[in-house]
């Protein structure tokens, strides 16, 4: 299989500014509004940190992760300029202190 057709697996793990309940459900809504349902999209998932889980390997410099799965490498490169994709960043990137992304090839 050559690497153009492994599925691709996109995961983003944002620090906000104002942290606040409102804020995050904010961010976890626009997830859902603008990032699913994009064409090559196997998986989709959005999360908050888990406030329990703290043994020191857990990395806990984040607010609302987001988890996406692709069917291919140009797949994720479409959804890196799709409209709705640069409509969520344009909205929500004034509130980001911190973006971290996480992007591996899949067997």
């Known amino acids: 299989m050559s690497s153009s057709k492994k599925r691709l697996a996109h995961h983003v793990f944002f620090t906000l500014h ?8 904010e961010l976890k809504a626009a997830c859902h509004k603008y990032l699913d349902n994009h064409p090559g999209l196997d998986s989709f998932a959005v999360g908050v940190l888990n406030p329990d889980l703290a043994r020191p390997v857990n990395d806990r410099g984040y607010h609302v992760s987001l988890h996406v799965v692709f069917d291919s490498r140009e797949s994720h490169d479409v959804y890196q300029t799709a409209p709705r994709h640069l409509e969520f960043i344009a909205e929500q990137k004034p509130n980001w202190s911190q973006v971290r992304v996480f992007d591996s090839d899949l067997d």
């Open 18 to 25: 104002d942290s606040s309940d409102a804020k995050i459900q």
